[in-house]
């Protein structure tokens, strides 16, 4: 068996100390109790840890060049504080003042202007004008009244109201040949004699039914005003009562009419 040097295991021990910082508790050397044994080598001085070197200094940020526009913001006048609460109320106050320049609503009816806007449909056959088409009679120039007449205790009223809302398959359903004046200067109306006919409109509710009437004896016919003022008191009682008609005939409207005008007080005299 080879015998290892006392000096070479004490050397070892010392390595394995500075390597690990612990002691052989196991097998104490003579280094432990402060001598050397005999013929040991003296024990390597510690090696020095390397310095670490101090981390470089990290080099400034450079700054952001700020845009021309971005600056003017910066320097831009602020509104005050105080003003956002005049702004929080100037859309409230606008609304305000708007109604005020606005005619106050009204739920009474004007059968002139109700009248216009319904007349936008029959514009189409007989013109914006009254002046007629290839489709729709003509109404101006005296056409109209000589058709259905001011006068006769409103008999052209009524007559006028039935052929609008009966049109000519419902005034040919009752068995009328002729409608409107039977005197008409050249000849009563007949029936289906002007292209395809008048369309009729008992769709209508009275209230427009009435006023696409007044508009156009007023606007087309011509009604002179003290007349214009009494039809216009009766076909406004007449809406007031809004019946709705059984047959729509020329009789049945007179009858409506004077019920309507005996009712609300409307002098109904005949001329």
């Not at 120039?141 to 008999?155: I, Y």
């Not at 209508?204 to 005003?225: I, K, Q």
């Amino acid at each position: 068996m080879i015998e290892v040097p006392e000096h070479l295991l004490a050397r070892s021990r010392q390595r394995r100390v500075e390597l690990t910082g612990e002691g052989d508790e196991a097998s104490p050397t003579p280094a432990a109790s402060g001598a050397p044994g005999p013929g040991a080598a003296p024990a390597a001085a510690p090696v020095p840890a390397a310095p670490v070197p101090a981390p470089a200094p990290a080099e400034p940020a450079r700054p952001v060049p700020v845009a021309p526009y971005v600056e003017a913001a910066r320097q831009r006048k602020k509104m005050p504080v105080w003003a956002a609460s005049v702004m929080v109320f100037l859309p409230i106050w606008a609304i305000f003042y708007v109604g005020t320049l606005e005619p106050p609503a009204s739920d009474e009816l004007v059968l002139i202007e109700n009248g216009s806007t319904v007349y936008s449909t029959c514009a189409s056959c007989h013109g914006g004008d009254g002046g007629g088409s290839a489709t729709g009679r003509q109404l101006n120039d005296g056409e109209l009244l000589l058709t259905f007449p001011a006068g006769e205790n409103f008999d052209g009223l009524a007559q006028h109201l039935s052929w609008v809302y009966l049109g000519t398959q419902g005034t040919r359903s009752l068995g009328f040949d002729t409608y409107g004046n039977p005197d008409r200067p050249d000849g009563a109306r007949v029936v289906g004699s002007f292209a395809n006919g008048m369309s009729g409109f008992a769709n209508l509710d009275m209230e427009d039914l009435v006023s696409v009437v007044f508009y156009e004896r007023v606007a087309h016919g011509g009604l002179d005003p003290e007349r214009a003022a009494l039809e216009e008191a009766m076909l406004l009682a007449l809406a007031t009562d809004s019946p709705t008609p059984e047959t729509g005939s020329p009789v049945e409207f007179g009858e409506l009419l004077a019920a309507s005008a005996e009712l609300h007080g409307v002098g109904a005299a005949e001329e």
